[in-house]
């Protein structure tokens, strides 16, 4: 018996087209000469505001110590009086400012039976175990 004639795959006539075996990617985000100019825009950007805050926070500056100058002679005023820096320097207004302490103890406590008004702090218990000083 006669074997078959078997037809063999060949290639066409002119042959197989090239072969594209390289790798065609999308470009991927923003070249280096824009990511350059990106950073030193922000760059830039950032210097401008901490200039301004500089700025704005040197103001505020000012304006707290100009206040503070402004305040100066009434909280001296109020200091004076209050701790007696006058012409004796003995210290008359913290004498009375004491004694309107106590009338005040005095008017608070009045409901409280056997408080003496000068000895609290020693009955209250602060004063007690902390034995002689020298």
Not at 25 to 53: C, D, E, H, N
């Amino acid at each position: 018996m006669a074997a078959p004639k078997v037809k063999q795959d060949m290639a066409p006539p002119g042959g197989y087209g090239p072969i594209d075996y390289k790798r065609h990617l999308p470009r991927r985000g923003l070249s280096g000469y824009s990511l350059f100019a990106l950073g030193i825009g922000s760059l830039l950007l950032g210097y401008y505001t901490l200039v301004k805050w500089n700025r704005e926070r040197r103001r505020l500056l000012i304006e707290e110590l100009e206040a503070r100058i402004a305040l100066m002679p009434l909280l001296q005023a109020e200091s004076d009086r209050r701790h007696g820096a006058g012409a004796t320097g003995m210290g008359v207004p913290t004498l009375r400012m004491l004694r309107q302490n106590l009338e005040e103890e005095a008017k608070i406590m009045r409901d409280v039976p056997d408080w003496k008004v000068w000895d609290s702090h020693r009955e209250s218990g602060l004063g007690k175990g902390r034995g002689p000083l020298w």
